[in-house]
């Protein structure tokens, strides 16, 4: 799928208003089958769970359409209880003219794979997606380690299956992405409990920069071509997505994001020949920088602007899914094409949003105050250069469309032509 003239000037005349292209996330459910810590959504939470009723995701899709929106995401929960009607909803959404959809799963369906009908399940399957316009989808996988990411989810075996699986989903076009939820799991070796020292802050970062690779060369082992990382979610107090939890597993302070982060931006270089890497070094950098203390080195999140989270139980928009005081209402009711908005939100580090606000923003800055973006050119020759090379690197990577195979020659332009530089040059870099 590649960049056409029509939709090139349809992008262009949104930057030119003063707005990026628009992301709508649609929880469908919080209905879970799988026991992660991590989330408060998880099968053994008592509340009361919800799905949106059809029509009503229907006319979401419909107003995202009229509002101009290009990327639409189907969460929970978990989608996949109710493949038919997530099937049908990428399909309603397609035939409005949106045109990156994308949903994702725990990939429970890649349990049983010793079963004899295992392969003709996961071909149905994937014939019902491939059927569809889908652009991504993705399985989480929390660990590089099968028997932690199976014991923490609660799906045994499925790390298996999914090895399994892939093959035919590739025989059918569909190359799923591995999606790191990053968590504590992701460490090798024992971590620190203060990073009160530096020698404290190294051992972290060391235990999280061999996770990381270790993280990669697993996905690539499995069959995955593709690597997504969500940035932490811990419980915010005012969250509206429950895909969050004060668990250990998932929390951190400022001083141990620093190191994550500044790990994950050394280790992606390292295997950008051999997989489709998601993140972009530029938001892993301004997340560095936020943490250490310059809360406007980056560009702001768009969400509540152009990007929107709608809650799978009453269908209302939220600017994201930390934000639940703002609640715009129905969002079938809401329109978004007026005005310039100004974006100023860093609450969180929710990398749906905050991830295309950065790699975006120089775009929008170009068109609403390009003497500011020249000044900001001329004095952060790190952040543009690194933004240029995940321009490249993405194009490269034909924008991550899983229906098509990687181009490893045109990734292999991208190989790491240096080693890594450690974290601590890295933060000395940003003025920690």
């Not at 404290?200 to 997504?228: H, M, P």
Request: charged residues 25%; contains cysteine; aromatic residues 12%.
């Amino acid at each position: 799928m590649s960049i056409n003239a029509k939709d090139f000037m349809n992008q262009a005349g949104t930057f030119l208003r003063g707005r990026m292209p628009g992301q709508v996330i649609i929880q469908m459910t919080d209905y879970c089958n799988a026991k992660c810590p991590q989330c408060g959504m998880r099968v053994q939470e008592k509340f009361q769970r919800s799905k949106l009723e059809q029509d009503k995701v229907r006319r979401i899709i419909d107003r995202a359409a009229q509002n101009s929106v290009t990327a639409l995401s189907f969460t929970g929960g978990e989608p996949f209880l109710h493949t038919d009607e997530l099937i049908g909803h990428i399909n309603h959404a397609s035939k409005a003219g949106i045109r990156f959809i994308r949903t994702g799963t725990n990939a429970f369906f890649c349990m049983g794979s010793e079963k004899p009908d295992f392969e003709d399940k996961i071909k149905r399957l994937a014939e019902k997606l491939a059927s569809t316009e889908l652009y991504t989808i993705w399985f989480s996988l929390d660990s590089w380690n099968a028997e932690v990411h199976e014991e923490s989810r609660g799906l045994p075996g499925v790390v298996k299956g999914m090895e399994k699986a892939l093959p035919i989903f590739h025989e059918f076009g569909i190359h799923p992405s591995a999606n790191l939820g990053i968590n504590r799991h992701v460490a090798c070796g024992k971590l620190p409990e203060k990073l009160d020292s530096e020698d404290a802050k190294q051992t972290f970062y060391s235990s999280f920069r061999e996770g990381f690779k270790r993280f990669y060369r697993n996905a690539a082992g499995l069959g995955f071509t593709i690597v997504n990382a969500c940035y932490p979610m811990s419980a915010e107090e005012n969250a509206v997505y429950q895909a969050e939890s004060a668990d250990m597993m998932v929390s951190f302070t400022k001083t141990e994001k620093i190191q994550l982060f500044s790990a994950l931006y050394d280790t992606i270089p390292e295997f950008r020949s051999e997989l489709r890497i998601f993140t972009p070094r530029t938001s892993l950098l301004s997340l560095i920088r936020q943490y250490s203390g310059d809360d406007y080195a980056d560009y702001a999140c768009r969400g509540g602007l152009d990007f929107f989270y709608i809650d799978g139980v009453k269908g209302h928009a939220y600017p994201c899914g930390f934000r639940a005081n703002d609640d715009f209402g129905p969002y079938e009711n809401l329109d978004t094409t007026g005005g310039v908005p100004k974006a100023d939100c860093r609450i969180c580090d929710w990398e749906c949003f905050r991830d295309p606000s950065t790699l975006m923003g120089p775009v929008t800055e170009f068109f609403e105050h390009p003497a500011g973006l020249l000044s900001r050119v001329l004095n952060d020759k790190q952040f543009f250069r690194l933004w240029m090379e995940d321009l490249r690197y993405y194009k490269a990577c034909d924008y991550f469309n899983c229906r098509q195979q990687p181009d490893y020659d045109k990734m292999a332009k991208h190989a790491e032509k240096q080693k890594a530089k450690k974290s601590v040059n890295l933060i000395e870099a940003v003025g920690s």
